[in-house]
């Protein structure tokens, strides 16, 4: 989609204007109303539109206008408007208009700031919005009609300060870049996206400026990371750590944040093997390396003032001849050893090593690690809250903040230290399951707070949110979300960037 901003209006076949709550024009609307000679007004009367978010109204362009159609668009109320709203506002609009047979939408916002967003953040905004509501994957279709394919081409914010609006969305273009590469790598199904696959992707990011580098099962033999080497035994693509560094504060040596993902290209369970029914939402197991990835990309894009460093654990969860067996013990680069009961609880392995290599080689201020790690995560929380565990209730507290800032919900989970024995195993250091199915991704969390010493460290299981089976939200596709890209890019923008 071409997004441009500018100061007069184009020619376009769709015109958007906007009104807020109780249906009230904005400057804008005002106008084009009047040129319409009264046409929106009437069209209002005889509809429910409200200008609440998510209303779109459409009518079509009266003679003395020159486009095929008007979009009326709700804001809703101006006390409430604020980038998060205008989003919704405006990704109501680009998904309505999307199939539509639309191809230019000039979306006039003379009159549609308030004090709380001015209107080069709202047209910023409203260019997120396009960007996010538009996405679609559709590489492995070969057979759509035409009419089933995007009309919408274009979208052009007409601005009195357009340059001001482009200043505003040059970084937030970035981010949305960071969104679409998750989602488009946590699309991808297992035979494509292989740990060697991704690793690759992940080194294809040099061209942003990133450093990367890539740990195949050689070195991670050497480095002891016998628990993520355990899980990919059984498969035969190579296990990798890919490792993203963007140094980019004034002070390149001070201790960068660490983000940590789990990235299980395909989790059959292992020999403790799933049940067929619904395995193939295991593609997506490996949301968490994706969402670092993005994340590193973004940073990279926005040139953001920051330390970070992203690290990955890629492996292919099979059942084999080689596979790891239940009741195995596996030594972890930690040194702490570790009973496999069963072979499906193979995040935590994969994440417990790596994020040991993070902690000992980085020394981070923070380590923030996300995987797709427990099926009760969807228990508890579903499909649009991630659940944030750490060892430090300020960290915890930020992350939720920034999450709500940008629409990625969170919420703070309890990490009880009496449960913490439920893992402690009769043979050795610790087992990789808990009791039964109590409080399941609270003693995973535990599990792996047992591989980050005294760094300061959140984790969030995103068993839930990385995919969407459907979602009202017109920002998230059905499908991989590209969720906690935006959450994290906001937390070190707010927490840990130079000014
Ligand atoms: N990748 C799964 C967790 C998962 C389940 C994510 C459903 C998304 C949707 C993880 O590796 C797993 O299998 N966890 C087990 C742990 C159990 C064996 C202790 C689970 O949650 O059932
Ligand atoms: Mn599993
Ligand atoms: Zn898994």
Known sequence: MKINFVAKAPKADT????????????????TLDEQAGGALQKAIKASRFEGRVGQVLTVAAPADVDAARICLVG???????????????????????????????AVLLEGAETKALAEAELAAHGAMAARLASYR?????????????????????????????????????????GVILTRDLVSEPANVLTPPEFAKRAKALEKLGLKVKVLGEKELKK?????????????????HV?????????????????????????????????????????????????????LMAALAGRKAKVNAVGLIGLVENMPDGNAQRPGDIVTSMSGQTIEVLNTDAEGRLVMADVLWHAKETYKPSVMIDLATLTGAMLVSLGHDVAGVFSNDDKLAKDLFKAGE??????????????YDKMIDSKVADMKNIGQGRLAGSITAALFLKRFVGDTTWAHIDIAGTTHRPHTKDPLIPTGASGYGVRLLDRYLADHHEDK
Not at 15 to 30: E, I, N, R
Not at 405 to 418: F, L, N, R, S, T
Request: proline letters at 4%; hydrophobic letters at 45%.
């Open 75 to 105: 804001l809703g109320k101006t006390k409430d408007l604020n980038g998060k709203a205008a989003e919704q506002s405006l990704g109501h609009l680009i998904k309505g208009l999307l199939t539509s047979g639309a191809q230019h939408v």
């Open 223 to 239: 480095l002891g990371m016998h628990a993520l080497l355990g899980v990919g035994q059984g498969s035969v693509q190579e296990s």
């Open 405 to 418: 800032e940008v629409g990625d919900d969170a919420w703070h989970m309890p990490m009880p230290e009496a």
């Open 15 to 30: 015109l958007a204007v906007f009104y807020t709550d109780g249906a009230k024009a904005t400057a804008g609307a005002k």
């Open 242 to 294: 890919a490792i993203m560094e963007w140094m980019g504060a004034k002070d390149k040596k001070a201790p960068p944040v660490a983000f940590i993902g789990k990235g299980v290209c395909f989790d059959t369970g292992g020999i403790s093997l799933k049940p067929a029914d619904g395995m193939w939402d295991m593609i997506w197991d490996m949301g968490g390396a994706g969402v670092v990835t993005g």
């Open 137 to 177: 994957f559709d590489k492995y279709r070969t057979t759509q009609k035409d009419d089933q394919k995007p009309s919408l081409a274009q979208i052009s914010f007409v601005c009195a300060d357009a340059k001001a609006a482009s200043a505003a969305w040059a970084p937030m273009d970035k981010i949305a870049d």
